[in-house]
């Protein structure tokens, strides 16, 4: 969320964070109902994922408001719990 990064060397810690502007957290849910359904009849389970509320993400927090991003206390609330 920032530039396009290419071909960049995995080592090449300097440019892949000049490249981040921001970050965000969110959650990938699966109807396993729906999944194993699925499975049952051989077809692709990506459909488990498909629903609209399925991908809850925060707001984007500016690269600015974290000062080490391999040090960074996540959490989780669900309406306010």
Do not use: C
């Not at 964070?17 to 499975?39: F, H, P, S, W």
Request: without cysteine; hydrophobic residues 40%; glycine residues 8%.
């Amino acid at each position: 969320m920032g530039k396009i990064l290419r071909d960049l060397d995995p080592r090449d810690q300097k440019g892949a964070m000049d490249a981040i502007d921001g970050y965000a957290l969110a959650i990938d849910m699966t109807a396993r109902n729906v999944q194993d359904e699925a499975k049952e009849k051989g077809l692709p389970w990506s459909i488990a994922k498909g629903f609209d509320t399925f991908l809850p993400m925060s707001e984007l927090v500016p690269k600015s408001r974290i000062r080490d991003p391999h040090d960074v206390g996540l959490w989780l609330s669900v309406n306010g719990q």
